[in-house]
């Protein structure tokens, strides 16, 4: 449902809000839906993620915030347990499972947003389609901060072998573009 009061012509005296009641989405394959109403309001030039929860295999999240419409800022967090095989979507030439609780925000201008956050990952595995061994029991922090990646003291095992990552990965925008790992 939705509800609209004031000029549709003047945002900063529009008030508007709405009541999802059933939402699936598809993320790349990997299957959402709401968990609860998602209700979402826009007042005084602001849009306001009220209440949105979503889950999907292994995955619970919650997205709470608001994004400015006349200064075009974002402050925007999400929290919650994923399913990493929704990396998948991102890097279609990764498969990986596991599990990761994380906390993640978007803030400032929507022109360049900054997304910094943590996951912890718990019994991780990732395979990169080019390489002949998958990293397995894949545990630890990985920190994003500041266009980087850091994965100090995350853990795996590839082959028999134990692994301890250290070091970071650059991004532009939201793709990789350099990798400092040891």
Do not use: C, W
């Not at 849009?47 to 075009?72: P, Q």
């Not at 998948?88 to 994380?102: I, M």
């Amino acid at each position: 449902s939705v509800n609209i009061t004031g000029p549709l012509r003047d945002s900063a005296r529009l008030s508007v809000s709405a009541v999802v009641d059933a939402a699936d989405l598809t993320l790349f394959a990997y299957n959402l839906e709401n968990d609860g109403e998602i209700k979402l309001s826009f007042k005084d030039n602001e849009f306001h993620l009220d209440s949105v929860n979503f889950k999907g295999e292994a995955t619970k999240l919650n997205l709470a915030g608001t994004i400015n419409a006349g200064s075009r800022k974002a402050d925007v967090k999400a929290s919650g347990q994923a399913n990493l095989a929704a990396l998948q979507g991102f890097y279609p030439d990764l498969t990986a499972s596991g599990d990761a609780t994380l906390i993640a925000t978007l803030t400032g201008s929507l022109d360049a947003p900054a997304a910094d956050g943590q996951a912890a990952i718990s019994g991780g595995r990732l395979r990169y389609a080019g390489l002949p061994h998958s990293f397995d029991n894949i545990n630890g922090p990985i920190v994003m901060q500041k266009g980087r990646i850091s994965v100090d003291q995350l853990t795996a095992t590839m082959g028999e072998g134990p692994v301890r990552f250290g070091g970071d990965i650059v991004l532009e925008g939201y793709r990789p573009s350099e990798y400092n790992l040891t």
